[in-house]
Protein backbone atom coordinates (compact mmCIF):
# COMPACT_ATOMS: atom_id res chain seq x y z
CA UNK A 1 0.00 0.00 0.00
CA UNK A 2 3.18 2.37 0.78
CA UNK A 3 4.05 1.57 -2.67
CA UNK A 4 1.08 2.39 -4.53
CA UNK A 5 1.09 5.59 -2.54
CA UNK A 6 4.18 6.64 -3.20
CA UNK A 7 3.67 6.18 -6.93
CA UNK A 8 0.38 7.91 -7.21
CA UNK A 9 2.11 11.05 -5.17
CA UNK A 10 4.85 10.46 -7.45
CA UNK A 11 2.16 10.81 -10.85
CA UNK A 12 0.46 13.50 -8.73
CA UNK A 13 3.46 15.71 -8.89
CA UNK A 14 4.10 15.07 -12.20
CA UNK A 15 0.48 16.17 -13.39
CA UNK A 16 0.92 19.26 -10.95
CA UNK A 17 3.81 20.28 -12.67
CA UNK A 18 2.50 19.70 -15.79
CA UNK A 19 -0.84 21.31 -15.18
CA UNK A 20 1.51 24.24 -13.80
CA UNK A 21 3.59 24.05 -16.82
CA UNK A 22 0.20 23.96 -19.05
CA UNK A 23 -1.08 27.53 -17.12
CA UNK A 24 1.95 29.21 -17.63
CA UNK A 25 1.83 28.79 -21.21
CA UNK A 26 -1.72 29.79 -21.39
CA UNK A 27 -1.32 32.86 -19.74
CA UNK A 28 2.22 33.61 -22.02
CA UNK A 29 -0.17 33.27 -25.18
CA UNK A 30 -2.85 34.87 -23.72
CA UNK A 31 -0.35 37.85 -22.97
CA UNK A 32 0.73 37.32 -26.69
CA UNK A 33 -2.62 37.02 -28.44
CA UNK A 34 -3.73 40.37 -26.58
CA UNK A 35 -0.64 41.73 -27.89
CA UNK A 36 -1.16 40.62 -31.35
CA UNK A 37 -5.04 41.46 -31.18
CA UNK A 38 -3.98 45.10 -29.83
CA UNK A 39 -1.46 45.49 -32.12
CA UNK A 40 -3.37 44.72 -35.50
CA UNK A 41 -6.53 46.63 -33.97
CA UNK A 42 -4.12 49.75 -34.06
CA UNK A 43 -2.81 49.21 -37.40
CA UNK A 44 -6.27 48.30 -38.65
CA UNK A 45 -7.66 52.14 -37.04
CA UNK A 46 -4.57 54.02 -38.58
CA UNK A 47 -5.05 52.13 -41.88
CA UNK A 48 -8.88 52.90 -41.64
CA UNK A 49 -8.26 56.57 -40.82
CA UNK A 50 -5.59 56.72 -43.57
CA UNK A 51 -8.09 55.36 -46.25
CA UNK A 52 -10.82 57.67 -44.94
CA UNK A 53 -8.86 61.00 -45.49
CA UNK A 54 -8.12 59.19 -49.02
CA UNK A 55 -11.54 58.95 -49.48
CA UNK A 56 -12.65 62.43 -48.84
CA UNK A 57 -9.73 63.55 -51.00
CA UNK A 58 -10.64 61.73 -53.62
CA UNK A 59 -14.35 62.93 -53.13
CA UNK A 60 -13.19 66.25 -52.99
CA UNK A 61 -10.95 65.96 -56.47
CA UNK A 62 -14.08 64.37 -58.00
CA UNK A 63 -16.28 66.68 -56.73
CA UNK A 64 -13.92 70.03 -58.12
CA UNK A 65 -13.59 68.25 -61.33
CA UNK A 66 -16.78 67.98 -61.93
CA UNK A 67 -17.52 71.80 -60.83
CA UNK A 68 -15.12 72.95 -63.00
CA UNK A 69 -17.10 70.88 -65.67
CA UNK A 70 -20.41 72.35 -64.99
CA UNK A 71 -18.52 75.92 -64.57
CA UNK A 72 -17.65 75.68 -67.89
CA UNK A 73 -20.76 74.89 -69.85
CA UNK A 74 -22.68 77.41 -67.91
CA UNK A 75 -20.43 80.04 -69.78
CA UNK A 76 -20.94 78.64 -73.01
CA UNK A 77 -24.41 78.26 -72.66
CA UNK A 78 -24.76 81.92 -70.80
CA UNK A 79 -22.02 83.14 -74.16
CA UNK A 80 -24.61 81.50 -76.79
CA UNK A 81 -27.64 83.36 -74.17
CA UNK A 82 -25.73 86.54 -74.61
CA UNK A 83 -25.22 86.20 -78.85
CA UNK A 84 -29.12 85.55 -79.16
CA UNK A 85 -29.93 88.46 -77.30
CA UNK A 86 -27.36 90.86 -79.23
CA UNK A 87 -29.04 89.15 -82.31
CA UNK A 88 -32.47 89.89 -81.29
CA UNK A 89 -31.78 93.66 -80.68
CA UNK A 90 -30.00 93.97 -83.87
CA UNK A 91 -33.02 92.26 -85.60
CA UNK A 92 -35.74 94.60 -83.87
CA UNK A 93 -33.90 97.77 -84.61
CA UNK A 94 -33.78 96.64 -88.30
CA UNK A 95 -37.04 95.75 -88.12
CA UNK A 96 -37.59 99.15 -87.28
CA UNK A 97 -35.92 101.01 -89.93
CA UNK A 98 -38.24 103.04 -92.60
CA UNK A 99 -35.70 103.17 -95.42
CA UNK A 100 -35.38 99.94 -97.41
CA UNK A 101 -32.28 100.78 -98.23
CA UNK A 102 -31.10 100.38 -95.20
CA UNK A 103 -32.98 97.61 -93.86
CA UNK A 104 -31.70 95.59 -96.54
CA UNK A 105 -27.64 96.80 -96.34
CA UNK A 106 -27.92 95.76 -92.50
CA UNK A 107 -29.96 92.82 -93.22
CA UNK A 108 -26.66 91.59 -95.25
CA UNK A 109 -24.41 92.38 -91.95
CA UNK A 110 -26.65 89.82 -89.42
CA UNK A 111 -25.03 86.65 -88.84
CA UNK A 112 -26.61 84.07 -86.90
CA UNK A 113 -24.97 82.86 -83.67
CA UNK A 114 -23.70 79.15 -83.92
CA UNK A 115 -25.30 76.17 -83.09
CA UNK A 116 -26.27 75.22 -79.34
CA UNK A 117 -24.82 71.99 -79.44
CA UNK A 118 -26.08 69.65 -77.27
CA UNK A 119 -25.42 69.88 -73.23
CA UNK A 120 -22.37 68.20 -71.85
CA UNK A 121 -23.29 67.18 -68.10
CA UNK A 122 -20.28 67.28 -65.22
CA UNK A 123 -19.24 63.93 -64.81
CA UNK A 124 -19.99 62.92 -61.52
CA UNK A 125 -21.01 59.71 -60.13
CA UNK A 126 -21.53 58.62 -56.47
CA UNK A 127 -21.49 54.74 -56.80
CA UNK A 128 -18.35 55.05 -58.74
CA UNK A 129 -16.68 57.18 -56.17
CA UNK A 130 -17.78 54.03 -53.60
CA UNK A 131 -17.05 51.43 -55.63
CA UNK A 132 -13.29 51.33 -54.63
CA UNK A 133 -14.05 51.67 -50.64
CA UNK A 134 -17.26 49.41 -50.64
CA UNK A 135 -14.14 46.74 -52.25
CA UNK A 136 -11.58 48.02 -50.10
CA UNK A 137 -14.68 47.42 -47.02
CA UNK A 138 -15.49 44.00 -47.77
CA UNK A 139 -12.19 42.89 -47.89
CA UNK A 140 -11.15 44.24 -44.37
CA UNK A 141 -14.81 42.58 -43.06
CA UNK A 142 -13.31 39.23 -44.79
CA UNK A 143 -10.11 38.81 -43.57
CA UNK A 144 -11.61 39.99 -39.40
CA UNK A 145 -14.07 37.06 -40.25
CA UNK A 146 -11.07 34.56 -41.95
CA UNK A 147 -9.50 35.85 -38.65
CA UNK A 148 -11.31 32.68 -36.79
CA UNK A 149 -12.15 33.84 -32.67
CA UNK A 150 -9.05 35.00 -30.98
CA UNK A 151 -10.91 32.86 -27.97
CA UNK A 152 -9.66 29.61 -29.99
CA UNK A 153 -7.18 27.39 -28.08
CA UNK A 154 -5.00 29.88 -26.98
CA UNK A 155 -2.77 27.02 -25.26
CA UNK A 156 -2.11 25.53 -28.30
CA UNK A 157 -0.67 29.26 -29.77
CA UNK A 158 1.69 29.06 -27.06
CA UNK A 159 3.48 26.57 -28.80
CA UNK A 160 2.90 27.62 -32.72
CA UNK A 161 3.29 31.20 -32.69
CA UNK A 162 1.22 33.49 -33.63
CA UNK A 163 -1.84 32.23 -36.35
CA UNK A 164 -1.50 31.76 -40.79
CA UNK A 165 -3.22 34.30 -41.20
CA UNK A 166 -2.83 37.53 -43.89
CA UNK A 167 -0.97 40.59 -42.50
CA UNK A 168 -4.14 43.30 -42.11
CA UNK A 169 -2.28 45.83 -44.11
CA UNK A 170 -1.68 43.59 -46.85
CA UNK A 171 -5.61 44.51 -48.33
CA UNK A 172 -5.25 47.92 -46.53
CA UNK A 173 -4.02 50.47 -49.53
CA UNK A 174 -2.57 53.71 -48.20
CA UNK A 175 -1.66 56.99 -50.17
CA UNK A 176 1.35 56.21 -52.27
CA UNK A 177 3.58 59.44 -52.86
CA UNK A 178 5.24 59.73 -56.16
CA UNK A 179 8.58 58.63 -55.14
CA UNK A 180 7.42 55.28 -53.87
CA UNK A 181 5.68 55.08 -57.22
CA UNK A 182 8.75 55.72 -59.29
CA UNK A 183 10.50 52.97 -57.11
CA UNK A 184 7.83 50.56 -57.88
CA UNK A 185 9.00 50.26 -61.91
CA UNK A 186 11.83 48.10 -60.70
CA UNK A 187 9.62 46.12 -57.93
CA UNK A 188 10.91 42.69 -57.60
CA UNK A 189 8.68 39.93 -55.82
CA UNK A 190 11.19 37.92 -53.86
CA UNK A 191 11.23 34.62 -52.01
CA UNK A 192 13.46 32.73 -49.11
CA UNK A 193 15.84 30.10 -49.48
CA UNK A 194 14.36 27.18 -46.99
CA UNK A 195 18.17 26.09 -47.31
CA UNK A 196 19.91 29.30 -46.10
CA UNK A 197 17.07 29.53 -42.72
CA UNK A 198 18.53 29.01 -39.50
CA UNK A 199 16.67 26.13 -37.36
CA UNK A 200 14.70 28.70 -35.57
CA UNK A 201 13.35 30.21 -38.50
CA UNK A 202 10.03 29.14 -40.19
CA UNK A 203 8.87 29.50 -43.68
CA UNK A 204 5.44 29.80 -44.46
CA UNK A 205 3.28 31.37 -47.81
CA UNK A 206 5.27 30.07 -50.39
CA UNK A 207 8.85 30.83 -48.70
CA UNK A 208 7.19 34.66 -48.67
CA UNK A 209 7.03 34.66 -44.87
CA UNK A 210 9.77 33.87 -41.77
CA UNK A 211 9.08 33.59 -38.61
CA UNK A 212 11.60 33.02 -35.68
CA UNK A 213 9.99 30.32 -32.91
CA UNK A 214 11.76 29.72 -29.58
CA UNK A 215 11.93 25.97 -30.66
CA UNK A 216 14.39 24.77 -33.87
CA UNK A 217 13.68 22.70 -36.51
CA UNK A 218 15.81 19.91 -36.70
CA UNK A 219 17.93 18.84 -39.00
CA UNK A 220 19.50 21.55 -40.08
CA UNK A 221 20.27 22.01 -43.93
CA UNK A 222 23.93 21.79 -44.85
CA UNK A 223 23.79 25.48 -45.99
CA UNK A 224 22.04 27.07 -43.71
CA UNK A 225 22.86 30.02 -41.30
CA UNK A 226 24.07 28.86 -37.71
CA UNK A 227 22.49 32.80 -36.57
CA UNK A 228 19.28 33.55 -37.00
CA UNK A 229 19.13 34.70 -40.66
CA UNK A 230 17.95 33.55 -44.37
CA UNK A 231 18.89 35.06 -47.76
CA UNK A 232 16.49 35.11 -50.36
CA UNK A 233 16.72 32.99 -53.55
CA UNK A 234 17.27 35.75 -55.81
CA UNK A 235 20.35 37.52 -56.42
CA UNK A 236 21.41 40.50 -58.55
CA UNK A 237 24.68 41.72 -59.93
CA UNK A 238 23.51 43.87 -62.31
CA UNK A 239 20.81 46.88 -63.37
CA UNK A 240 18.06 48.25 -60.47
CA UNK A 241 16.35 46.11 -58.17
CA UNK A 242 13.55 47.26 -55.51
CA UNK A 243 11.49 45.47 -53.01
CA UNK A 244 9.45 46.03 -49.87
CA UNK A 245 9.02 44.04 -46.48
CA UNK A 246 6.89 44.03 -43.63
CA UNK A 247 7.68 43.19 -40.04
CA UNK A 248 5.82 42.11 -37.25
CA UNK A 249 7.47 44.37 -35.01
CA UNK A 250 11.00 46.28 -34.08
CA UNK A 251 14.32 44.15 -33.62
CA UNK A 252 14.76 43.39 -37.26
CA UNK A 253 17.78 43.55 -39.69
CA UNK A 254 17.24 43.76 -43.83
CA UNK A 255 20.41 44.29 -45.72
CA UNK A 256 22.37 42.47 -48.57
CA UNK A 257 24.80 40.47 -48.90
CA UNK A 258 27.46 38.42 -51.71
CA UNK A 259 27.24 34.83 -51.93
CA UNK A 260 30.22 34.00 -49.61
CA UNK A 261 28.58 36.00 -46.59
CA UNK A 262 29.75 33.54 -43.45
CA UNK A 263 27.19 30.72 -42.53
CA UNK A 264 28.97 30.29 -39.05
CA UNK A 265 28.94 32.84 -35.82
CA UNK A 266 32.25 34.51 -36.00
CA UNK A 267 31.92 37.14 -33.08
CA UNK A 268 29.26 38.26 -30.13
CA UNK A 269 26.57 39.08 -32.77
CA UNK A 270 23.48 36.78 -33.58
CA UNK A 271 23.92 38.39 -36.91
CA UNK A 272 26.31 39.25 -38.97
CA UNK A 273 25.20 41.50 -41.76
CA UNK A 274 27.53 44.43 -41.93
CA UNK A 275 29.51 42.95 -39.67
CA UNK A 276 32.15 42.55 -42.68
CA UNK A 277 32.87 43.76 -45.90
CA UNK A 278 30.66 41.36 -47.71
CA UNK A 279 27.32 43.05 -46.54
CA UNK A 280 25.33 46.03 -46.07
CA UNK A 281 22.41 46.04 -43.19
CA UNK A 282 20.14 47.84 -41.47
CA UNK A 283 19.07 47.31 -38.11
CA UNK A 284 15.88 48.55 -36.79
CA UNK A 285 15.27 48.59 -33.53
CA UNK A 286 12.95 49.71 -31.04
CA UNK A 287 13.83 53.58 -30.46
CA UNK A 288 16.47 54.01 -33.74
CA UNK A 289 18.08 52.52 -36.11
CA UNK A 290 21.70 51.58 -37.10
CA UNK A 291 23.65 51.15 -40.94
CA UNK A 292 25.96 48.11 -40.43
CA UNK A 293 29.03 47.62 -43.37
CA UNK A 294 32.27 46.19 -42.58
CA UNK A 295 31.65 46.58 -38.74
CA UNK A 296 31.38 50.23 -38.71
CA UNK A 297 27.86 51.49 -37.51
CA UNK A 298 25.87 54.91 -37.87
CA UNK A 299 23.01 55.73 -35.88
CA UNK A 300 20.11 56.84 -37.83
CA UNK A 301 17.73 59.57 -36.44
CA UNK A 302 14.14 58.79 -36.41
CA UNK A 303 12.20 55.92 -35.75
CA UNK A 304 11.39 53.51 -39.07
CA UNK A 305 8.01 51.94 -39.60
CA UNK A 306 6.90 47.86 -40.18
CA UNK A 307 7.00 48.88 -43.66
CA UNK A 308 10.04 49.13 -45.05
CA UNK A 309 11.24 49.56 -49.19
CA UNK A 310 15.24 48.37 -50.43
CA UNK A 311 16.19 50.15 -53.38
CA UNK A 312 19.39 48.53 -54.92
CA UNK A 313 20.86 49.82 -58.08
CA UNK A 314 23.95 48.33 -58.87
CA UNK A 315 24.86 51.43 -62.21
CA UNK A 316 25.21 53.81 -59.71
CA UNK A 317 26.24 51.52 -56.38
CA UNK A 318 23.75 52.85 -54.27
CA UNK A 319 22.15 50.61 -51.54
CA UNK A 320 19.36 53.07 -50.55
CA UNK A 321 16.60 51.91 -47.57
CA UNK A 322 13.02 53.73 -46.99
CA UNK A 323 10.93 53.92 -44.18
CA UNK A 324 7.85 53.88 -45.86
CA UNK A 325 5.35 54.53 -42.85
CA UNK A 326 3.54 56.80 -42.36
CA UNK A 327 4.87 58.32 -45.20
CA UNK A 328 8.16 57.28 -47.96
CA UNK A 329 11.11 58.71 -46.33
CA UNK A 330 14.58 57.43 -46.78
CA UNK A 331 16.76 56.30 -43.96
CA UNK A 332 20.05 55.51 -45.34
CA UNK A 333 22.01 55.44 -48.25
CA UNK A 334 25.62 52.73 -48.93
CA UNK A 335 27.30 54.10 -51.71
CA UNK A 336 30.02 51.02 -53.09
CA UNK A 337 31.26 49.58 -56.08
CA UNK A 338 29.21 46.15 -56.06
CA UNK A 339 31.76 43.14 -57.60
CA UNK A 340 29.77 40.32 -56.99
CA UNK A 341 25.98 38.99 -57.05
CA UNK A 342 24.18 39.93 -53.65
CA UNK A 343 21.28 38.82 -52.12
CA UNK A 344 18.72 39.91 -50.22
CA UNK A 345 19.43 38.68 -46.16
CA UNK A 346 17.39 38.78 -42.83
CA UNK A 347 18.12 38.74 -39.29
CA UNK A 348 15.11 38.25 -36.93
CA UNK A 349 15.19 38.33 -33.14
CA UNK A 350 12.82 35.58 -31.24
CA UNK A 351 9.25 36.36 -31.63
CA UNK A 352 9.74 38.50 -34.87
CA UNK A 353 7.91 37.72 -38.13
CA UNK A 354 9.19 39.10 -41.60
CA UNK A 355 6.51 38.84 -44.57
CA UNK A 356 7.80 39.69 -48.24
CA UNK A 357 5.59 42.09 -49.94
CA UNK A 358 4.44 40.76 -53.14
CA UNK A 359 2.97 42.59 -56.24
CA UNK A 360 1.04 41.08 -58.61
CA UNK A 361 2.07 43.03 -62.05
CA UNK A 362 5.57 43.03 -60.94
CA UNK A 363 7.88 41.27 -63.66
CA UNK A 364 11.76 41.34 -64.20
CA UNK A 365 13.53 42.41 -66.53
CA UNK A 366 13.74 39.93 -69.92
CA UNK A 367 17.59 40.21 -69.09
CA UNK A 368 17.58 39.04 -65.81
CA UNK A 369 15.33 36.21 -65.70
CA UNK A 370 18.24 34.27 -65.21
CA UNK A 371 20.83 36.44 -63.30
CA UNK A 372 18.37 36.55 -60.79
CA UNK A 373 17.47 32.88 -60.43
CA UNK A 374 19.35 32.26 -57.70
CA UNK A 375 22.29 32.02 -56.65
CA UNK A 376 22.88 29.19 -53.22
Known amino acids: MLEVTRQQATQAESQLQELQQRSSQIQSSACNLA ?50 AVFDRWTQDLLEQLDDRTFLQGSQLLAL ?55 ALALVPSPVCPLRRKLW ?21 QDQRVEHRREPRSPA ?26 TSNHLVTLGVAYPDLARRKLGPYTDNIGRGPSSWGLCVQEDSAQAWHNGEVQRLRGVPGKLLGVDLDLA ?27 HPVFWLLEGRTLTLCHQPEARLPPGLQEEASGLS
Not at 62 to 75: F, R, V
Not at 187 to 197: I, K, V
Not at 317 to 342: M, N, V
Open 113 to 167: PGPLGPLSPPQWDADQQLDGLKEFLSQLCGLLLDNGDPRGAPAEAADLGPPETPD
Open 35 to 84: SVVSGKFSRLLQALEMRRIEALRAIEVAKTQALAQAQEEEQRLRGHLEAT
Open 221 to 246: EPGSFELWQVQCTQSFQSGRHYWEVH
Open 185 to 205: QNYRNLTFDPESANRHLYLSR
Open 316 to 342: SGCLTFYSLEPETQRLHTFHAIFTQPL
